[in-house]
């Protein structure tokens, strides 16, 4: 069993930046897959952006080139670094932990853009 914890969310203006953190249990983080989805109100869960074990990464077309994804190992933590925020990328964000057909889920971080 996988535990994901997020941290890093809050109220930020336009244009600003927030960098979420997502710190896993286990000792097998580095195998796992790590993603980063987001849900709004009255919205499915999407994608944001995706980083497999060997550190390729996958973005949704919306959040590219303003979002980063990243991974440290070692410390067995996913971050996603997110610049010039819209009031459009205000959902919830959740860590996702994939591997061998199996899902986990943290319990989600609110961000919310605002002036």
């Known amino acids: 069993q996988v535990q994901l914890v997020e941290s890093g969310g809050g109220l930020v203006q336009p244009g600003g930046s927030l960098r979420l953190s997502c710190s896993a249990s286990g000792s097998i983080f580095s195998r796992y897959r790590m993603a980063w989805y987001r849900q709004a109100p009255g919205n499915q869960r999407e994608l944001v952006a995706a980083i497999t074990s060997g550190g390729t990464t996958t973005f949704a077309d919306s959040v590219r080139g303003r979002f980063t994804i990243s991974r440290d190992n070692a410390k067995n933590t996913v971050y996603l670094q997110m610049n010039n925020l819209k009031p459009e990328d205000t959902a919830v964000y959740f860590c996702?932990?994939?591997?061998?057909?199996?899902?986990?889920w943290g319990q989600g971080t609110q961000v919310t853009v605002s002036s």
């Open positions: 996702n932990g994939r591997s061998m057909g199996n899902d986990y």
